[in-house]
């Protein structure tokens, strides 16, 4: 699966996902993670304040990986960060 992500609330809208593709529960991923329930909540509820070591924890418990690519429009809007 490849996902486009933008903005924070994406972010949280791809670990849902696998997460309940997984079947696993917030408790489960988050002791996978070694991170507490509350933070996979607010990942999955679009926080902008999460760590990038974190946010790559709870990725590789889902076994998925951040990839940057360029952007395929030159067009930037601050506002919908």
Do not use: H, W
């Not at 990942?43 to 990038?52: C, D, T």
């Not at 990839?67 to 429009?73: C, E, F, G, I, M």
């Amino acid at each position: 699966m490849t996902v486009t992500i933008r903005n924070s609330r994406e972010l949280g809208e791809a670990i849902r996902a696998e997460r309940l593709n997984r079947k696993l529960r917030q408790a489960d991923l988050a002791s996978m993670a070694s991170v507490r329930q509350a933070l996979i909540s607010n990942l999955e509820n679009g926080a902008n304040s999460a760590r990038a070591d974190t946010v790559l924890k709870v990725l590789a418990a889902l076994d998925m990986d951040l990839a940057l690519v360029p952007r395929r429009k030159a067009e930037f809007n601050p506002t919908e960060y």
